[in-house]
């Protein structure tokens, strides 16, 4: 973790405990996720007027039609995520930046791709503050992936396709694995492992997010 996000971690630090032992009790077990929930500042990814409400379990609006997730989800993602040990993991809707900087003090290589420009500036604006150096960014349609970057050990996809693009699943490395959520009305979360050329596809539960779109917004 850099010596810049302890630092701004101090500020706040109480009322992040309280949200940790809420995901605790919502079924979170992995410690290195929850330490990363309890040590990134959630409340620099959102705008002065929502900041009071950062250390809510709850998704948060961030403009352009966006939010940013619960962080019951944003844990539950990435402790699935953990789970397989992937070293380069390809993030698929940067947002505000919240998710990529809590993935960031986990996994070696982080490449997110985020399709409005406006977001991901000021994401990137964030990550710096934070001395986040291990994120590589990108400004595309995030349904494509970055496959001049891949294959990935990991895929999470923040927003929601109504069926895995084959693109993603043809970016997947050997072992790895995608998590994301399907689904246009009825949404689950899903775990998909690559053997081969067999995907091993795991529903694990209801989830709701905006929809993955395609194209981009400069």
Do not use: C
């Amino acid at each position: 973790m850099s010596a810049t996000l302890q630092g701004i971690g101090m500020t706040s630090r109480r009322t992040r405990m309280r949200l940790v032992q809420r995901l605790k009790d919502a079924g979170i077990e992995s410690e290195p996720v929850l330490d990363v929930m309890a040590d990134v500042p959630r409340h620099i990814f959102l705008d002065e007027a929502l900041s009071h409400r950062a250390y809510e379990d709850t998704s948060l609006p961030i403009g352009h039609g966006q939010t940013l997730s619960q962080p019951y989800i944003v844990a539950r993602m990435t402790e699935l995520l953990l789970a397989h040990q992937p070293g380069r993991v390809l993030e698929l809707g940067t947002g505000s930046g919240y998710q990529t900087a809590v993935l960031s003090q986990l996994f070696p290589e982080i490449f997110s791709v985020e399709r409005i420009k406006p977001l991901q500036d000021r994401a990137r604006e964030r990550l710096r503050k934070l001395n986040i150096r291990n994120v590589l960014l990108k400004h595309a349609d995030g349904g494509m992936g970055w496959p001049d970057r891949g294959p990935f050990d990991g895929i999470i996809v923040t927003a929601a396709p109504e069926e895995v693009p084959a693109e993603l699943l043809a970016q997947l490395d050997e072992g790895g694995v995608l998590i994301a959520p399907v689904g246009e009305t009825d949404q689950v979360l899903v775990e998909v492992v690559r053997r081969g050329e067999h995907f091993v596809r795991r529903e694990l539960e209801p989830v709701h997010f905006v929809p993955l779109l395609g194209g981009v917004i400069r």
